[in-house]
């Protein structure tokens, strides 16, 4: 029985499902439609290109010039900043010992300088003046008591020591006459011009000690030296951080009062576009979001492409012309590292390539 009725009735059933299913497979395809409609080009010629928003300025890696901890975080991320204001700081007490010693130090050398510059005090001049006098008035008794000694004319009532002393007591009220002078006139004259100038070299020095301080507690406050917003924010208060060029910025900064876009152009459509050209950038994954663009410049070195589509005909040899456009933020609701679509307008290839396929056979002589 089955052999007779199942086998034959389970062929047909197999010759049935193995028809029905080739006639299914020649069936075409029909193609589900995107899930986002990809943006139509505006221009009737053009040339379309990969972009990336960026900052006017461009990213800024903000770094530090000195190593350290770090003491004190300013900002945060999205913050406006202004050029000259504080980012973060660096853990700086030593330097600021160093600098209060060093501001000590300055304080010594001025006031020495200030009572150089105003010598003589005006109540020093008197008592030199008084030891003048005096040494007038001895030099006088002196020389008063030396006349009456040589008046006499009888050898025998004065001895010749006698004399000899009276003399020895002119010269030396004499000498004590003319160092009293010299030490009033020393006195009245100041202080000796090299004298100031030594004092006035020990100022500066330690000025410029206090200085060298003060600049290097500078460096150790980030400041920012463009006007932007703060985009990342990678340190944290008591995080150590490392001096010169890191494989992860500190801080990242740009410009965004005015967004740029940098379109890669394949070198191959790159002479097809001319300065000035008409730009539009869509967003991606919204056809409907998109702001027209405006040309500032050209970045004049041919450059390998970096970013890749991950579509299976890209080649990874290609080389392209980088073109930058700007566009208002408020236009177009994007964040600086996003990509967007860009097409930029183009002469039609037939009026741009010219008679560049021309030739001409010389004439015969």
């Known amino acids: 029985m089955i052999r007779v009725y199942i086998v034959p009735v389970l062929a ?15 069936k075409p395809v029909v193609p589900q439609p995107p899930v986002v409609q990809p943006p139509s080009a505006p221009f009737s010629t053009f040339v379309a290109a990969s972009g990336i928003v960026e900052s006017s300025t461009l990213n800024i890696d903000v770094g530090t010039p000195v190593g350290g901890v770090v003491g004190e975080v300013m900002v945060t991320v999205g913050q ?14 030593e330097l600021e010992a160093e600098r209060a010693s060093r501001e000590a130090a300055l304080r010594v050398v ?52 006698t004399l000899s002393e009276a003399r020895f007591l002119v010269a030396g009220a004499e000498a004590r006459l003319a160092q009293a002078r010299a030490d009033l006139a020393l006195l009245k004259a100041g202080t000796w011009g090299v004298d100031l100038d030594v004092s006035r070299a020990q100022v500066e020095s330690a000025r410029a000690q206090l200085q060298s301080v003060v600049t290097d507690l500078g460096r150790r406050t980030i400041r920012a030296l463009v006007d932007g917003r703060v985009l990342q924010v990678n340190i944290r208060p008591g995080e150590f951080a490392p001096a ?4 992860q910025a500190l801080l990242v900064l740009g410009g965004v009062s005015t967004l740029h876009v940098r379109a890669d152009v394949d070198e191959n459509d790159a002479w097809r576009v001319r300065e000035g050209s008409k730009a539009v950038a869509y967003v991606r994954g919204n056809a409907s979001l998109s702001t027209a663009l405006t040309f500032v410049r050209f970045e004049p070195l041919v450059v390998p492409k970096r970013s ?46 010219g008679t560049s396929g021309r030739t001409e056979t010389p004439k015969s002589t």
Do not use: H, N, W
């Open 308 to 353: 890749l589509t991950g579509e299976s005909t890209e080649r990874v040899d290609t080389r392209v012309l980088q073109i930058i456009f700007a566009f208002d933020p408020k236009s177009l609701p994007v964040f600086v590292g996003q990509q967007v679509d860009v097409y930029i307008e183009s002469a039609p290839v037939s009026e741009s390539s």
């Open 80 to 93: 406006d900043v202004k050029k000259g204001e504080a980012l973060f700081r660096i853990d700086a007490r």
């Open 244 to 247: 010169g060029v890191t494989s």
């Open 110 to 161: 001025e006031a020495q300088y200030r009572r150089l510059e105003a010598s003589p005090r005006p109540e020093e001049v008197p008592p030199a003046e008084a030891r003048v006098l005096e040494a007038e008035a001895s030099l006088a008794d002196a020389q008063e008591k030396l006349a009456l000694r040589q008046a006499v004319t009888d050898p025998r009532a004065i001895t010749a020591d």
């Open 12 to 26: 047909i059933v197999g010759m049935g499902l193995a028809a029905y299913t080739i006639v299914q497979g020649s």
